[in-house]
């Protein structure tokens, strides 16, 4: 039978003092850790597995109560800041995954990533990993020896793609570019015409590059010339940021991950299936090259999640599910993804303008392709990833550069998730990258971008 005992305080407050030092956070002030100490009936709260996570009334309050903290602000592009309705999920206490609780999460989970996908038909597979596993499930169970596939490629994911074809023996064109830019229509219709491909694999955010793709474009155009083609999608930097409608889009695979614009801790591959994708693996002529990531062995598990049974391959990351479950509510409250949508623009907006105010550019090579969860920032004359670390020592830490042409010239920022709908954090980065930029000797208007940034987000 579930338990409801909460641990007696002091056992609670030495965890959460051995926490923030893992975490290497600021130490918690000693009022915090009374407070949460003393806070029994919240703790049962999260306990208690007979209620489900996000009552009513709690459910909107998904900020934290503190917009800025006493420890540097995580404004990396994944993992990122998370909620405290996210975390507290996350700290669920051990429960079995053939608990009935757990059964009615897991289900319900399922269920809210059709809506985020904005995929009605879709099948979600959910599991323990991170979204480049996606990679590899799609090519080993979508694709047979013999197939190709086109790789429309904007940066280190795209050929990071290409590699794991040649793992597994597919032939691969690639469709490239300038760094920072993308193909154009123009291009991909005419690698179309040459040859017959399975599958066209597209990008939807380069995390190296932050450039954006117009997935919907490039969909129709697969669509318009080869209209059997899989189009399957990475887009472990850009769902519940990017605008997706995948069902209208016509999108047969979607690969993501938990820890970037979902707002949830790092461990879990996520991937939807829609029927051409299906269809595809349904008529392989040979057994998929794999035990632990066939489909054929985690589609029945996932069907008898949603029909709320029982059911065991291999043991999901139970806690992770908690926290997914937490926070696709949280991505369909409160205006739903039509908002999610409105806020990651909204917040890229301001922060870019207030790069644009102190003189940094981006490496995006237009603003029409410029992605909504991160930015990639190319660093001034005199500045160079030196200027990391004192960013972090005024508040905020952010990432170098990622692709291998460039990555010494530009620093990367995400402002996704719970960030895009807390202008305090896009205010403390800019104010932390101000800091850090004057402190590395580069002369601008001091301010300015902080201006800026609170001017857009008013």
Known sequence: APHN???????????????????????????????????SSSFREVSRPAARFAAPAAAAASTRSNATTSRPLLMIPGPI???????KANAMYGVAHVDPHFIDAFGATLENLRDVFLAPDGQPVVMAGSGSLGWDMMVLNLMEEGDEALVVNIGYFGDSMVQCLDAYGIKSDQLSCAVGDQPSLEQLTEALSKKKYKMVHLTHVDTSTAVRSDIEAMARTVREHQGDALVVVDGVCALA???LRMKDWDID??????????GVPCGLSIQMLRPRALQAFNKRSTAVPSYYMSYGNWLPIMDNYESRKPSYFATPAVNLIYALQAGTEECLENGGMEQRFSEHKRA???FKAAMGAIGLGQLAARPAIAAHTLSAVLYPDGVDASFLPKVRQNGAIIGGGLHKECKDKYFRVGHMGLSSRTPAHIIQTVNAIECGLSESGYEFEKGAGVKVATEHLK
């Open 348 to 350: 890229s907006d301001a």
């Open 5 to 39: 005992h909460s641990p007696p305080s002091k056992y609670l407050t030495k965890y959460l003092t051995m926490l923030s030092r893992f975490a290497r956070l600021a130490p918690l002030r000693s009022s915090s850790l009374s407070a949460l100490s003393s806070s």
């Open 241 to 243: 940021g990017e605008e």
């Open 253 to 262: 695979g979607y690969i993501t991950g938990s820890q970037k614009a979902l």
């Open 81 to 87: 800041e998370y909620s405290d309705r996210v975390l």
